[in-house]
């Protein structure tokens, strides 16, 4: 709260996100780098409606800045696209976490899914892998797909909520939404070794 650089900083960003306004873009923060509270800071500092957060949640543990769950209650209504993307909390203090496969780190997907829809979250879920590896990447995007694709039937069918008889009512934060999974086959997508996305929508 004492940063001498926070104020120049929130002045910049005053300046870059009003222009951006005037052209009726948004402006959104990637979360990585600040604790969840220092963000909703600036973003209460600036006060610009057009302002916004892109929540990697795994950033949040690679660099030990916050739990991404934990998160959401701080800033969830800020929140407008997530790379979906998992880690670990950094085991040293001069390296940062490990990226891993989502599903097998500490973002813990079926936890912090649900407390997205909970936030009103209705954006797009971009699957990141930024490996070298692009045989391993391939593989790890494709299962993330299924893996993603099955968290959200859970919670989002593709019936209405009218017709589903006896079956299971859908998560209460994902009424009349509908999923729509935008899979494009991660060899025709330029893999360069860092990163694909694939999004998943909640519409």
Known sequence: MTDPEFEPVAVAIDEVASYCKRLGLGFWFETGQETPVTLLRFIEEVGLDNLGINLDPANLLM????????????FGKWVRSIHAKDGC??????????????????????????RLLDCGFAGDLTIEREIHDSEEQNRDIRDTVVYLQGLLDQLVPVVDAADAGDRERPHPGADH??????????????????????ALELR
């Not at 660099?63 to 701080?74: E, M, Q, S, T």
């Not at 939404?177 to 694939?198: E, F, K, P, Y």
Request: charged content about 20%; overall charge negative; aromatic content about 6%.
């Open 177 to 198: 939404q509908r999923l729509r999974l935008d899979v494009r086959d991660a060899a025709d997508a330029g893999i360069s070794g860092h990163a694909v996305g694939h």
């Open 63 to 74: 660099y030990g800045k916050g739990n991404p769950i934990d998160a959401l209650h701080v």
């Open 89 to 114: 909390p950094p085991t040293t203090g001069t390296e940062l976490g490990p990226e891993v496969k989502v599903g097998t780190g500490f973002v813990r997907y079926p936890e912090f899914i649900p």
